[in-house]
C-alpha cells in the first residue's frame, strides 16, 4: 500500500499534460555515497527527474566532485585526440554509430571505469609516440626531398650557359629599385658588374665568389630579392627555379602544410656579405642546405646519399604509418563504448555536484522535480535498486527481515511486517527495522531515501507531447514557456496555424505539392531521423513534417473552397448562374461581346465559389469582398476562444476577481463592437438582396457611424437596428470603467479586511490561510500512518535552509516571500495598462486577421500571372514548335511555381499564421513566464 500522498499523486497523473501542464512535485533524495552514483545513474536511466542545483553559490571548483570531473575532462581530451588521429588517418568506418553497445549495459562499477582510464591513456600514450614518430620521420623525409630538389635544380643551373645580354638580363638580374646612386655606383661599369654577360656560370663557381643554395615560399621570393639587392647595393647574382612537381612541406609551421616553394642560387664575394645574406634568408623562413656547395662531383655524391637516405626513411614511414593505422584499428572496436561511458559518468558527477554535501552522515542530498504521476515509478526504482546492491551487505541471519522505506512527508517509523524478499525495500522515509544493526557499516552505505515534500515554488512546465504534437508544442514554446498549469495554446494551434495558413494559401494544385512533401518526409523518417549534421533548414522542415502535412491538407480544402488549382477553375458542379447569348450569335463575325450571367432560380452551387466567377469582370469585386469578411470572421472566432481561455485559467486558479473585473467586461466589449459587426456579415449574407431589389447597405461605415452617431442609420439593415446599436454602445462605455476600477477597489477592499484582522496586508493572510490547510493534511496523514520520527535517516526541518542555495527551500506556503507588500498603487498602474491594451488592441487585432485577405489575394494574382506569362503561350501552337514549347514552358511554370508560390509564398504565409497566433490570439490569455521541464537523461549524449 503507497502513502496517501503518492496515491493522490497518482490520481493526479491521470489527467491529460497537453491542455494543461503535467502535475509536478518536488521531491528530495537522501543517499550515501557510495550509493549515490547508482542511484543518478539510475533516475538517468528513467529520464523524469529535473534536478535543482543545490550549490548555485559556489563556483565548479568548489563542489565536491570536481576531482572526478578533472579527471573525466582528462580522459576526455585523449578521447578526442585519438578521434582527431583516427579522422587523419581515415580510419572511421562509414557507420561508425552501430557498433555502439555502452547504451545498452549496465553501469560500470568504479573499478571497471578506472580500467577504461588506463586502457584510454595507454592508448593515448602509445598512438601520440607513434603519431609524433611517424610526422616526425615523414618531416625528415620530405626535408630530404627537398635537398634533393635543390641539389637537382643547382645542377641544372651549372649545366646552363649563359650567351646572349637579354637572356643574362632576364634570368639573372636583379629586379629591384631603380636608385639613382645605385645604377652609378654600382651597374655603369659593365665589366665590373657580376652580371658581365660572357661570364658563366662556372667562371662563378671558379672565381672565389660565395654561394649559397635552398628554398623558400613562392610567395616570399620577391620580398627576398628587394631585401638582398637594398642590402648588397646590387653586388650578388640572385637566381630563383620554381619547384613545379609538387608542394613542400613549410617546415616553419608547427602544423604539416604543404606550399608552394622556389629553390634560389645566390652568389655573393666575401664572408661577411655571406653571413648576412644567410641571416636574411632565414628570417625569411628560407632553408639553406650547404651540401650543395662544390663541384659536380660533390654534388652527385650528395645526390646519391640523399637517394638512399630518402628510400629508407621511405621503409620505415610505411613501416610506422601501418603499425599506427593497426593500432587506431584495433583501438577504434571499443572507442564508441569508451566515449559513451566517459559521457554517461560525466553527466552522472556533474548531477551529482548538484546535491547538497551531509557530512555528519556521509550522505548526499538532492532535490528534483517529477511528474506527480511518475512518482511510483521513481518509488519503485529506488526499491529495484537497493534490492540488488543488497544481495551482498545484509547478513544472512537478516535475510528474511526488510527494511522498509516508506514515501511520507511525516517521517514517522514504525515496526515493518515481515514482506516477500521481493519488496524488501520500499523507498521513501527511512523506516528501520529495529532487529537490523543501524551501526553496521555496510548497512549505513545503502541507505537511500525520496520523499515528497511542499513548496510554494513554482515548478517546471511540461506538456506531454509526441512526434505529432512536438512540433506544434515547440512553435509555442519559442514565444514563451507556458506558466504553469495555465491553459497550452499548443493544444489548439494543432487546428488553427495550418488552418490559418490554408487560408492565405488556399489553392488545391499547390496544397497538394506541399502534402506530397511531408508524405515524403513522413515515410522516410526513419532513415531522416537518426541523420547527424543535417542541413538547418532541411532539419527546420523534417521536425515539421506533420505541420506541414496539415498545411498541405487544408490547403487543398480551402483551395477546394476557393474553386482554385495552379490559378484555374474547376466545373465539379453544375453553376447556379447561365449565360444569355443573342440569338444568331457567331464569334467569327461579331466578335466578343459583354454579356451578362443570370442567376438559375432555386439552383445554389453546392460547394465552393461558383465557377462561374472565373474570369467574369466583377470577379475581384467579389472575391475581395469575400475574403475580407471571411477573414473577418475567422479572426473574431479565433480572439473570442482565446479570451475564453483566461476564463478557464481564471477558474482554474480560483480568481474570482478577474472574471469579474477582467473576463466578463472584456467579454462584453469585444461582442458589443465585434461581435455585432460578425452578426451583420453574417445576416447580410443570408439575405437575398438582388431578390428584394435593394442594394446591400456598407457594414464599415455602419460600424463608424454607430459610434460617431449612434442615434443616425444612413441605410438600414435590419429593422430595431437604432435601438440595438445604442445598447451596444452604451454597453461598450460602461465596460471600460468597470475594466478600469473593480479589480483595484476590491483587491483595495479584501486588503483592508486582512489589516483589520491583523495580518500585515493580503498576501500575508492568503499564506497563512493556505498555510493552515497544509497543516490539516500533514495531520490527517501523520494520523493515518500512526508512526514516530525515524533515529537515523530524518526529515530535514522546516527551518532547513541549504547553505549555497540561492533559492532557500521552505516545506509549505506559509513561509512565501514570492509576493511583494501589498501595493494599491502598482496594481491601478497595471489595471489601466492592462484596459488600455485590451481596447486598443480590440481594434487593431481584428484588422490584423485581414492579412488573410490580403496573402490570400497575393497568391492568387500571382499564380494567375505566372500561368499567364508561361505556360500559357504555349497553347495554340501546334506542330514540333508547339510541343518543344510546351515542355519548355511546362518546366519553366513548374520550376516557377514550386519556387516562387510554394517555398516563398508558403514561408511568407507561415510567418503571418504564426504571427496571428502570438500576437493576435495568445495576447488575450498566455502569460508564458513558466521555464521548461529539461529531465536529467543520458539521452542527451552525442557522440
Not at 655606383?185 to 665590373?192: D, E, G, H, P, T
Not at 612541406?249 to 604539416?256: I, R, Y
Not at 523507498?427 to 555496510?442: K, L, P, Q, S, Y
Amino acid at each position: 500500500m503507497l502513502p496517501i500522498s503518492s496515491q493522490q499523486g497518482q490520481d493526479n497523473g491521470q489527467e491529460e499534460a497537453i491542455f494543461r501542464s503535467a502535475p509536478m512535485t518536488l521531491v528530495q533524495f537522501y543517499v550515501t555515497i557510495e550509493l549515490a552514483r547508482d542511484v543518478v545513474y539510475a533516475l538517468g536511466k528513467l529520464g523524469d527527474v529535473h534536478f535543482r542545483d543545490l550549490n548555485s553559490k559556489l563556483t565548479p571548483f568548489q563542489r565536491t566532485f570536481v576531482n572526478e570531473l578533472r579527471g573525466i575532462d582528462k580522459i576526455e581530451s585523449h578521447l578526442e585526440y585519438l578521434r582527431s588521429t583516427m579522422t587523419k588517418y581515415d580510419t572511421i568506418g562509414a557507420t561508425p554509430y552501430s557498433s555502439l553497445q555502452a547504451d545498452q549495459r549496465p553501469l560500470p562499477s568504479a573499478s571497471e571505469m578506472d580500467n577504461i582510464r588506463a586502457e584510454v591513456t595507454t592508448f593515448y600514450e602509445r598512438i601520440k609516440h607513434l603519431d609524433s614518430s611517424y610526422n616526425s620521420l615523414d618531416q625528415q623525409k620530405l626535408k630530404y626531398v627537398e635537398n634533393r630538389y635543390v641539389v637537382t635544380a643547382v645542377n641544372r643551373f651549372h649545366s646552363s650557359s649563359l650567351t646572349r645580354e637579354d637572356d643574362i638580363d632576364q634570368r639573372f638580374a636583379i629586379h629591384g629599385d631603380t636608385d639613382d646612386e645605385d645604377n652609378i655606383a654600382l651597374l655603369n661599369n659593365r665589366n665590373n658588374s657580376l652580371e658581365n654577360p660572357v661570364i658563366d656560370a662556372a667562371i662563378l663557381e671558379d672565381s672565389g665568389f660565395n654561394s649559397i643554395s635552398g628554398s623558400i615560399a613562392r610567395e616570399k621570393v620577391p620580398l627576398l630579392r628587394n631585401i638582398l639587392w637594398r642590402t648588397l647595393r646590387g653586388n650578388l647574382f640572385f637566381h630563383d627555379i620554381p619547384i613545379e612537381d609538387e608542394k613542400m612541406s613549410n617546415f616553419s609551421s608547427k602544423n604539416t602544410e604543404f606550399i608552394d616553394k622556389n629553390v634560389f642560387i645566390v652568389y655573393i664575394h666575401g664572408e661577411f656579405l655571406k653571413q648576412r645574406v644567410r641571416r636574411i634568408i632565414q628570417s625569411l623562413d628560407g632553408i639553406i642546405y650547404d651540401n650543395v656547395n662544390g663541384g659536380s662531383s660533390a654534388r652527385a655524391e650528395t645526390l646519391s646519399d640523399l637517394n638512399h637516405k630518402i628510400e629508407d626513411l621511405n621503409n620505415v614511414v610505411q613501416s610506422t604509418r601501418e603499425h599506427l593505422i593497426a593500432d587506431l584499428l584495433i583501438f577504434q572496436e571499443g572507442y564508441l563504448d569508451r566515449c559513451y561511458s566517459v559521457q554517461r559518468e560525466k553527466l552522472i558527477y556533474q548531477t551529482l555536484n548538484k546535491f547538497d554535501m551531509d557530512g555528519t552522515r556521509r550522505c548526499l542530498v538532492g532535490e528534483g522535480w517529477i511528474p506527480k504521476s511518475e512518482f511510483s515509478t521513481c518509488q519503485q526504482t529506488f526499491r529495484n535498486l537497493i534490492h540488488q546492491k543488497s544481495r551482498h551487505v545484509i547478513p544472512e541471519n537478516n535475510s528474511q527481515e526488510s527494511i522498509s522505506l516508506s514515501a511520507d512527508n511525516t517521517g514517522a517509523r514504525s515496526t515493518p511486517e515481515p514482506q516477500n524478499t521481493d519488496e524488501s525495500f520500499a523507498i521513501g522515509n527511512a523506516n528501520v527495522d529495529e532487529t537490523m544493526d543501524i551501526e553496521n557499516e555496510d548497512y549505513n552505505s545503502l541507505v537511500a531515501v525520496v520523499n515528497e515534500l511542499s513548496t510554494n515554488r513554482t515548478p517546471p512546465t511540461y506538456h506531454k507531447t509526441n512526434k505529432f504534437t512536438s512540433a506544434f508544442q515547440s512553435i509555442i514554446d519559442a514565444y514563451g514557456i507556458a506558466t504553469y498549469q495555465e491553459v497550452n495554446p499548443g493544444l489548439a494551434t494543432v487546428i488553427t496555424f495550418p488552418f490559418m495558413f490554408a487560408i492565405m494559401f488556399g489553392d488545391l494544385g499547390h496544397g497538394f505539392i506541399v502534402f506530397l512533401i511531408s508524405l515524403y518526409l513522413i515515410k522516410n523518417e526513419s532513415h531522416f531521423g537518426p541523420m547527424k549534421n543535417k542541413d538547418e533548414i532541411f532539419e527546420m522542415a523534417f521536425n515539421g513534417r506533420y505541420i506541414v502535412l496539415l498545411m498541405g491538407f487544408f490547403s487543398m480544402y480551402t483551395g477546394f473552397i476557393y474553386n482554385d488549382i495552379f490559378s484555374k477553375s474547376m466545373s465539379f458542379f453544375k453553376s447556379g448562374w447561365e449565360w444569355n447569348f443573342p440569338k444568331d450569335y457567331d464569334f467569327g463575325k461579331d466578335g466578343p461581346i459583354t454579356l451578362i450571367a443570370k442567376k438559375i432560380p432555386g439552383h445554389t452551387y453546392i460547394f465552393g465559389l461558383d465557377w462561374a466567377w472565373h474570369g467574369a469582370d466583377n470577379n475581384l469585386l467579389f472575391t475581395n469582398s469575400y475574403k475580407m469578411k471571411l477573414s473577418i470572421l475567422m479572426g473574431f472566432i479565433h480572439m473570442n476562444y482565446s479570451l475564453f481561455f483566461s476564463l478557464v485559467n481564471y477558474r482554474y486558479f480560483k480568481s474570482k476577481v478577474d472574471i469579474i473585473g477582467n473576463f466578463i467586461p472584456g467579454f462584453l466589449f469585444m461582442q458589443s463592437i465585434f461581435g455585432y459587426l460578425s452578426l451583420t456579415i453574417i445576416y447580410k449574407w443570408s439575405v437575398d438582396w438582388l431578390g428584394k431589389e435593394k442594394q446591400p447597405p456598407g457594414l464599415l461605415n455602419m460600424l463608424i457611424n454607430m459610434f460617431l452617431a449612434p442615434g443616425s442609420i444612413d441605410e438600414q439593415l435590419y429593422p430595431g437596428q437604432k435601438f440595438v446599436q445604442i445598447v451596444l454602445v452604451l454597453i461598450a462605455a460602461v465596460c471600460v470603467p468597470w475594466l478600469l476600477l473593480y479589480k483595484p477597489m476590491t483587491l483595495k477592499r479584501q486588503n483592508n479586511k486582512a489589516l483589520e484582522l491583523g495580518y500585515s496586508d493580503l498576501h500575508s493572510q492568503m499564506n497563512h490561510s493556505l498555510q493552515m490547510h497544509e497543516e490539516e493534511e500533514a495531520i490527517m496523514l501523520e494520523n493515518q500512518l500512526n508512526s514516530d520520527p525515524p533515529d537515523e535517516v530524518d526529515m530535514l526541518d522546516d527551518n532547513f535552509r541549504f547553505p549555497n542555495d540561492v533559492e532557500p527551500l521552505f516545506h509549505n506556503s506559509a513561509h512565501s516571500d514570492d509576493h511583494d507588500s501589498f501595493n494599491f498603487g502598482d496594481i491601478v498602474i497595471h489595471q489601466v495598462i492592462h484596459t488600455i491594451e485590451f481596447c486598443l488592441n480590440c481594434v487593431s487585432h481584428t484588422a490584423s486577421y485581414l492579412r488573410l485577405w490580403a496573402l490570400s489575394l497575393a497568391h492568387a494574382q500571382l499564380s494567375t500571372v505566372l500561368w499567364s506569362m508561361t505556360i500559357q503561350n504555349a497553347f495554340g501552337t501546334y506542330g514540333g514548335w508547339g510541343v518543344f514549347m510546351t515542355v519548355v514552358l511546362f518546366g519553366m511554370w513548374f520550376i516557377l511555381t514550386v519556387c516562387i508560390l510554394v517555398l516563398m509564398e508558403g514561408t511568407s504565409a507561415m510567418l503571418h499564421s504564426l504571427r496571428l497566433h502570438w500576437v493576435e490570439a495568445m495576447s488575450k490569455f498566455f502569460e508564458g513566464e513558466g521555464y521548461a521541464y529539461e529531465p536529467f537523461t543520458f539521452e542527451s549524449i552525442d557522440i
